[in-house]
């Protein structure tokens, strides 16, 4: 019984030793786990690697297709970086060059620089949103990027529209408007909405000294009838030129009373048009 018993002990002894060995393995484990953690932790926030930090405002850009935008781009050594450091830019939409003023800067140990990112779009740039790269390229390395976001919109397409009555209205007659258009794009344009009001008259120094009324209650003005769009070529046109029936063009009837007969003979008529064009 005292050799069992003993034998009992000494395996006891044994799993205790066993337990208490895999208890300092265990601890040794997770003390290990818990260095390599601080180590990368403290790796990333004292890192004293040599280099360049950069900042860029505004974080974003709004242009019209075939303008242009800046950016300030501010670069700052960090821990002692003394050199040469070339800004660059990824990320551009097609149809989109841009530039750097500077090229490049020549930085001393804790000092700074800005420089001037111009981008140019053109009639062609695609509409929406991209997202631009900006990094440095400091000797043997290169920084890492800041992202600045520029918005590219459909401009704003710019047109003329003349015309007058080619002779002066009668009472009771109607003459039709045979408009001009001045498109100054590079591209055709998609006109629709044309219409023609009556801005001003003047009327003969002889109405005007006997006092005769002519207003625009005078007129009836009948706005362009024909279909949509009307396909504006690049450079002048006219309503003719688009093949247009001048049947449909705009129309100004003088009305025929007897407060008018006089006081609007021989007037002439200033007139305002106005339409929505889209490039095409």
Do not use: H
Not at 31 to 57: D, R, Y
Not at 163 to 173: C, D, F, V
Not at 206 to 219: E, I, N, R, S, W
Request: net charge positive; charged share 10%; with cysteine.
């Amino acid at each position: 019984m005292q050799n069992e018993s003993g034998y009992f002990r000494t395996a006891m002894r044994r799993t205790t030793t066993a337990v208490k060995v895999l208890l300092v393995g265990l601890l040794v484990m997770l003390v290990s786990a818990g260095t390599i953690f601080a180590a990368s932790q403290g790796g990333s926030q004292g890192s004293t690697k040599k280099g360049v930090t950069i900042q860029a405002t505004p974080a974003s850009r709004t242009v019209d297709q075939g303008d242009t935008v800046t950016y300030s781009v501010a670069l700052t050594s960090a821990n002692g970086f003394s050199g040469t450091v070339t800004p660059t830019v990824s990320g551009l939409p097609a149809s989109t060059t841009a530039v750097f003023a500077p090229a490049s800067v020549t930085l001393g140990s804790g000092k700074a620089a800005t420089v001037v990112l111009t981008v140019a779009t053109s009639a062609t740039t695609p509409n929406g949103k991209a997202d631009l790269t900006l990094s440095t390229t400091a000797g043997d390395s290169q920084a890492a990027g800041v992202v600045v976001q520029l918005f590219v919109q459909a401009a704003k397409k710019t047109f003329s529209i003349s015309g007058n009555l080619g002779q002066l209205l009668t009472p009771g007659s109607t003459l039709p408007l045979n408009p001009s258009f001045a498109n100054p794009n590079n591209k055709t344009l998609a006109l629709s909405n044309l219409s023609v009001t009556i801005a001003g008259i003047t009327r003969t120094q002889a109405a005007v000294a006997a006092g005769l009324p002519c207003t625009m209650a005078d007129y009836v003005v009948t706005n362009y009838s024909g279909g949509y769009p009307l396909t504006l070529p690049v450079g002048p046109s006219t309503l003719s030129n688009l093949k247009s029936s001048s049947a449909v063009w705009p129309k100004i009837t003088m009305l025929d009373t007897a407060l008018n007969q006089d006081g609007c003979k021989g007037a002439t008529l200033q007139l305002a048009y106005s339409a929505v064009g889209e490039g095409n």
